[in-house]
């Protein structure tokens, strides 16, 4: 199984950013996303992307605007630049790789629409 590694996580005041990485060797083009959640909860699904340009991205409605995901191939990494960040944006930071069936505008969001996932980074958001 591949493994993914998150990495970026930390603590700011709202209005900062952070950069969320993950280490993803063998998933160029592939459909990756972030999600965030509680250790042990549901998972809430943040970005989704597919392709190798990342010419398909998906975004929830509580981050779009302000949340921007991309992928360098050559480097074999995902990102997740979060601006603007609010405290409601408190959680562990989860990458998702390798799809099962399907991936469009309803299945990105599910959870177990993904494979693999990584051990989660945590961003901790102080008002």
């Known amino acids: 199984q591949r493994q993914l590694?998150?990495?970026?996580?930390g603590s700011v005041q709202a209005g900062g950013s952070l950069r969320l990485s993950c280490?993803?060797?063998?998933y160029?083009?592939?459909?990756?996303?972030?999600?965030r959640g509680a250790p042990g909860k549901e998972r809430e699904a943040v970005a989704g992307i597919?392709?190798?340009?990342?010419?398909?991205v998906y975004y929830a409605?509580?981050?779009?605007g302000r949340f921007t995901i991309t992928?360098?191939?050559?480097?074999?990494?995902l990102f997740l630049q979060m601006?603007?960040?609010?405290?409601?944006?408190?959680?562990?930071?989860?990458?998702?790789a390798g799809c099962q069936g399907p991936y469009n505008y309803n299945t990105w969001y599910v959870s177990s629409t993904y494979i693999n996932w990584g051990q989660g980074t945590q961003v901790t958001i102080s008002s």
């Open 83 to 96: 601006d603007s960040l609010k405290p409601e944006d408190t959680a562990m930071y989860y990458c998702a």
């Open 28 to 35: 160029n083009g592939s459909c990756m996303g972030w999600f």
């Open 61 to 64: 409605d509580s981050v779009k």
């Open 5 to 9: 590694v998150e990495s970026g996580g």
């Open 71 to 77: 992928r360098d191939n050559a480097k074999n990494t």
């Open 50 to 56: 597919l392709g190798k340009s990342g010419a398909t």
């Open 23 to 26: 280490a993803a060797s063998g």
